[in-house]
């Protein structure tokens, strides 16, 4: 039901005239040129504690817990990967098997205050017309080739939408924006970059295929992402020695 939630908020956005208007606005590019309106969300699961926290002169409401700390640093790091939505691995093994399918995992970090790794993984939303990088449709659990200049589905009434089951709702009202021929890609760039027991780290050829990655869907922030990391940290075109298949995520 989140990820449901922030996907549908996600379009929402990206379809609203009004708030494109604004956007668009010309004092507001005259300060912020290019700007446009977008919210990223992370998403993580734990306890938490309900609290009002301040003084006799000014009192709020809060949530205290390193679990919200996880959620506000995986908010924050949307920007970095370049993506609207970013899911911690407890969160997505949550998730049906037919949901999980639908995500893409896009990196395995620590976060300041742990020595943990948790791998990331991302739900490629349907921004726009025409906005799917190498196109797909899947819908009906098939997967179906786009030319790039699909419609997007009606956006359903709030009692449609209460009524969705959440599988159906993600395969026809907000499909993964990124083909299979992509999807299998990114797939082998990531267990070459990442690397395990079955196939050893080479960043070398992780590069080559982040850069096919890209030739397909031109601009993907996750790809954009590692393979920056990739070109920073490499030794000769190789992981440093002291790697070991995650990195820390660097900005809060």
Same mark, same amino acid.
């Given at each position: 039901?989140?990820?449901?939630s922030?996907?549908?908020?996600?379009?929402?956005?990206?379809?609203?005239?009004e708030?494109?208007?604004?956007?668009?606005?010309?004092?507001? +590019?005259?300060?912020?040129? *290019?700007?446009?309106?977008?919210? @990223?969300? /992370?998403i993580? #699961?734990?306890?938490?504690?309900?609290?009002?926290?301040?003084?006799?002169?000014?009192?709020?409401?809060?949530?205290?817990?390193?679990?919200?700390?996880?959620?506000?640093?995986?908010?924050?790091?949307?920007?970095?990967?370049?993506?609207?939505i970013?899911?911690?691995?407890?969160?997505?093994?949550?998730?049906?098997?037919?949901?999980?399918?639908?995500?893409?995992?896009?990196?395995?970090?620590?976060v300041?205050?742990?020595?943990?790794?948790?791998?990331?993984?991302?739900?490629?939303?349907?921004? +726009?017309?025409?906005?799917? *990088?190498?196109?797909?449709?899947e @819908?009906? /659990?098939?997967? #179906?080739?786009?030319?790039?200049?699909?419609?997007w589905?009606?956006?359903?009434?709030?009692?449609?939408?209460?009524?969705?089951?959440?599988?159906?709702?993600?395969?026809?009202?907000?499909?993964?924006c990124?083909?299979q021929?992509?999807?299998?890609?990114?797939?082998?760039?990531?267990?070459?970059?990442?690397?395990?027991?079955?196939?050893?780290?080479?960043?070398?050829?992780?590069a080559?295929?982040?850069?096919?990655?890209?030739?397909?869907?031109?601009?993907d922030?996750?790809?954009?992402?590692?393979?920056?990391?990739?070109?920073?940290?490499?030794?000769?075109?190789?992981?440093?020695?002291?790697?070991?298949?995650?990195?820390?995520?660097?900005?809060?």
């Amino acid at each position: 039901a989140a990820l449901r939630s922030y996907v549908k908020i996600v379009m929402e956005i990206a379809r609203s005239k009004e708030l494109e208007s604004w956007a668009e606005r010309e004092d507001i +590019q005259q300060r912020m040129p *290019g700007f446009k309106m977008g919210m @990223g969300f /992370g998403i993580h #699961q734990g306890w938490a504690i309900e609290c009002a926290v301040g003084s006799e002169f000014k009192i709020d409401a809060t949530y205290l817990s390193p679990h919200v700390n996880m959620a506000s640093r995986l908010e924050s790091a949307t920007k970095q990967y370049g993506t609207k939505i970013l899911i911690s691995g407890p969160t997505f093994e949550l998730f049906s098997q037919e949901v999980q399918a639908l995500c893409r995992i896009i990196d395995r970090v620590t976060v300041k205050g742990s020595e943990n790794p948790i791998a990331l993984y991302t739900y490629d939303v349907p921004l +726009q017309e025409g906005d799917n *990088g190498g196109g797909v449709r899947e @819908g009906n /659990g098939e997967i #179906q080739e786009s030319n790039g200049h699909d419609s997007w589905p009606d956006t359903p009434s709030k009692t449609k939408y209460n009524r969705i089951p959440p599988l159906q709702y993600f395969l026809t009202e907000a499909p993964p924006c990124i083909s299979q021929s992509f999807r299998m890609l990114h797939v082998q760039a990531m267990s070459f970059y990442l690397g395990s027991s079955d196939c050893p780290t080479d960043w070398a050829r992780a590069a080559q295929v982040f850069k096919q990655c890209l030739s397909v869907k031109p601009n993907d922030g996750p790809c954009v992402a590692i393979l920056k990391y990739i070109e920073e940290k490499a030794v000769d075109g190789h992981a440093p020695e002291s790697w070991k298949g995650f990195r820390p995520l660097e900005e809060k």
